[in-house]
């Protein structure tokens, strides 16, 4: 009875965050939303209106339908609840269209959409080794994870002021992720194969998912020293990941194959027309390599070692174009990109299949995966480093060295999406809930480890502390300054290279980790 009594205990405090959390995004329903709202609007209007031959044609809008095909169903779904909100955001014309019932609609599908990441929250709480019984709830490593993932400030913002639908396609992934602690292998399989079509961004961690089912499913035993007993692969289990993956994908690109229409639809998916960064350069490799050829022009023309006409005019006003010309450094090619992605994902792999060490072998290798790709991927956007944060916080509430690595990447991290929202009534918004999530953070992971080591060092604490004076100059004094008109790319431009620092530490830290940890007889028995 004293178990049933605490279970229904459990189940009361993960309903009240859960609650907490959703009546919050309730609230943010009338703040500023950027032009993602307008995208999925023309999206909900092109899926409605048009046969699907013509999903992947339509461009009335510049907002074209370029994610894959389950993702067009899931519109197509909500456009038929939509036409009873307001028929009119349902016109392929009506560009830009926001009449109150559409941003009613936009906003409450994203909080309806989020109940499976909440169930997702849910399992992967279930996963976690509560091996300290903490007598206070609040210092269960349950109740932490529950709390950084559910309350997360990243998601928050980009889902729900900024706009989008990130919510239900993590909660894909961490059920992913939790079917595969459970060893519920191929459930695990095939809710990570539907997430591809839904978002094809998820291909960034494909590989770990990749190795950790070939190495954990389809060899089904190891040798006592841990290495892989190769007698022991199972045809049979290839086979019925090869259907599932099969399967969903003849579902989802099945009807565009018969169409003829396969071409088409991956030009939209992978355009690689774009330019190396996006506009406001996300926090990665790329960003100190473009910082560091600006600086190296300049340095150039002041002692005379560039000709200044044979300069792109734009390079140095523009800032942060879309096409950015390299002056100084080699310019960067698609291939570049994918080379050294490939390149810097390949330890992370040979880790998992080398060095198994179950669930948490596996997510590490996860998250090398999305950093890795963050920092060296084609047109990276900002919001990608969700896509690493997210699962450090399953292991950063079992080990301190994880929660000390966790810590920087998700301060440094969510800081980088502050010029996501640049509007003035958001500042306060974005500033007192980055501050609640990371206080909460810092004191929660350090209660959790106290008996251990200082989570952060002092290197690391001073370069998390130097990020209040960077907003105070970027969002305070710089706009007071007469640099605005001539350079309004630098606050950007600060953000960006500041926090790239952060995330290539981050990578760097966590890779030392990994390749140089021992493991356990124990670990090499399972």
């Known amino acids: 009875s004293a178990r049933r009594v605490m279970a229904a205990g459990g189940r009361s405090w993960f309903r009240a965050l859960a609650l907490g959390v959703s009546f919050l995004k309730c609230l943010l329903i009338p703040a500023y939303y950027s032009t993602d709202f307008e995208v999925h609007r023309n999206w909900l209007a092109i899926t409605h209106n048009l046969p699907l031959s013509q ?9 074209t339908l370029d994610y894959p095909p389950f993702f067009a169903w899931f519109e197509y779904a909500l456009s038929h ?34 109940i499976l990441f909440i169930y997702a929250v849910r399992e992967c709480c279930r ?23 559910l309350w997360n400030f990243g998601l928050l913002i980009v889902d729900h002021i900024h706009f989008q639908y990130n919510g239900f396609l993590f909660g894909l992934m961490l059920l992913s992720v939790a079917r595969l602690c459970q060893k519920r292998y191929l459930e695990g399989a095939l809710l990570f194969a539907v997430l591809l079509h839904f978002k094809h961004i998820y291909m960034y961690v494909a590989p770990a998912y990749g190795i950790y089912l070939l190495r954990s499913y389809c060899f089904t035993a190891n040798n006592a020293d841990g290495s892989l007993k190769w007698r022991s692969f199972s045809l049979l289990h ?46 990665n490799f790329w960003a100190l390599y473009n910082a560091m050829d600006k600086a190296l022009t300049i340095f150039g023309l002041k002692c005379n070692f560039l000709d200044p006409t044979k300069i792109p005019k734009a390079s140095m006003t523009g800032g942060l174009v879309q096409e950015f010309q390299h002056t100084v450094l080699p310019s960067v090619t698609p291939l570049a990109t994918l080379i050294c992605t490939f390149i810097s ?27 890795s790709s963050f920092m060296f991927g084609w047109h990276v956007h900002e919001k990608a480093i969700l896509l690493a944060i997210l699962p450090l916080s399953l292991l950063s509430v079992q080990r301190a ?50 008996r251990e080591r200082p989570l ?17 100059f970027c969002e305070i004094i710089f706009p007071l300054t007469p640099w605005k008109r001539h350079f309004p790319f630098v606050p950007l431009l600060l953000t960006s290279v500041y926090c790239a620092l952060g995330v ?14 021992r493991i356990s007889v124990r670990q090499k028995a399972e």
């Not at 994902?345 to 950093?371: D, E, N, T, Y």
């Not at 010029?419 to 003035?424: A, G, Q, Y």
């Open 55 to 63: 999903w992947y044609y339509e461009a009335t809008s510049e907002w």
């Open 504 to 517: 290539t530490y981050v990578w760097l830290k966590l890779y030392i980790s990994v390749l140089t940890e």
């Open 456 to 472: 952060l060092n002092w290197l690391e604490t001073i370069y998390l502390i130097q990020l209040v004076p960077l907003e105070i």
């Open 238 to 283: 290839v086979t019925l990941l090869g259907l599932i993956v099969c399967l969903v994908s003849a579902l989802s690109l099945g009807p565009f194959i018969v169409l003829g229409q396969l071409p088409q639809v991956l030009s939209r998916l992978f355009p690689f027309k774009r330019g190396l960064c996006h506009a406001y350069w996300a926090p």
């Open 345 to 371: 994902i390949l330890p992370s792999v040979f880790c998992l299949w080398f060095k198994p060490q179950g669930p948490r072998g596996f997510l590490q290798c996860l998250v090398l995966c999305a950093l």
């Open 127 to 149: 996963c976690v080794n509560g091996k300290r019984a903490a007598k206070d709830i609040l210092e269960k490593p349950t109740f932490i994870l529950a709390v950084l993932l």
């Open 81 to 114: 609840v939509a036409k009873y909100f307001d028929p009119k955001m349902l016109v392929i014309e009506n560009l830009n269209y926001t009449s109150r019932a559409t941003i009613f609609f936009q906003r409450f599908s994203v909080i309806f959409t989020d």
């Open 401 to 450: 060295k994880d929660a000390g690595i966790y810590l920087i990447l998700t301060t440094t991290g969510h800081f980088s999406l502050f010029p996501l929202l640049f509007t003035s009534p958001e500042l306060p918004i974005k500033i007192l809930l980055m501050l609640l999530f990371t206080v909460y953070s810092f004191s929660s992971l350090k209660s959790l480890f106290r």
